[in-house]
């Protein structure tokens, strides 16, 4: 019966092992989160090629459907809920709210807190995207196939699931906190 393993990962053929190594030091080599820019540059533009009539980009209607979900929300609990900085949600926020999508006020409890909520401006404004967002999905669907789908939003939440778990076991690294 002949070994199923490919040679290079048999550990009764010579060399085997220094392949091996060898190709984990290629893989190692190579950036993942270049890849990753990389896709993320190419879906935006394929996104934003269908909200650009709408007046919307993907970065704000992502931003709004995630604030219609949680609305009211503090900032920190939009950042959070989005693995964002504070700063980069207080940025997108900025113009929502002179377009009149979102409101932000005191909150209740503790006026210091600011307490952002979508408006029915904004629940508008939803809507009219939304039909383009699905066209937009359509089309990523329609290039990739169904196959590729599932690997790659499968391949992505579980990568986001286990860094981030690996982030909170690991607490603090070098006294600097680890970035949500």
């Keep these: 019966m002949t070994n ?3 040679v290079q990962e048999r550990p009764d053929v010579p060399g085997a092992r ?3 190594k060898s190709k984990e030091a290629d893989l190692l080599e190579q950036c993942a989160l270049f890849d990753l820019h990389r896709a993320s540059r190419v ?3 394929l996104y934003n090629s269908h909200l650009r009539s709408t007046g919307m980009t ?5 931003l ?3 604030i219609a979900a949680l609305s009211p929300a503090g900032v920190t609990q939009i950042a959070d809920a989005m693995l964002m900085d504070r700063t980069s949600v207080t940025r997108l926020i900025e113009p929502l709210i ?3 999508y979102l409101i932000s006020k005191p909150g209740e409890d503790d006026r210091r807190i600011r307490n952002v909520s979508i408006t029915q401006e904004g629940l508008d404004a939803l809507a009219r995207t939304h039909q383009a967002w699905r066209q937009a999905q359509k089309e990523l669907y329609d290039i990739i196939g ?3 789908w599932i690997v790659v939003r499968r391949a992505l939440r579980d990568t986001v699931h286990i860094v981030r ?3 909170q076991d690991l607490g603090k690294e070098g006294g600097r906190e680890l970035a949500a």
Excluded: E
């Design 4 to 6: 199923p393993l490919p």
């Design 18 to 20: 220094s392949a091996r």
């Design 43 to 45: 879906l935006t533009t």
């Design 58 to 62: 993907m970065a704000q209607f992502t």
């Design 64 to 66: 709004l459907r995630n």
């Design 98 to 100: 002179k377009s009149g």
């Design 146 to 148: 169904p196959d590729q």
């Design 165 to 167: 778990h690996w982030q």
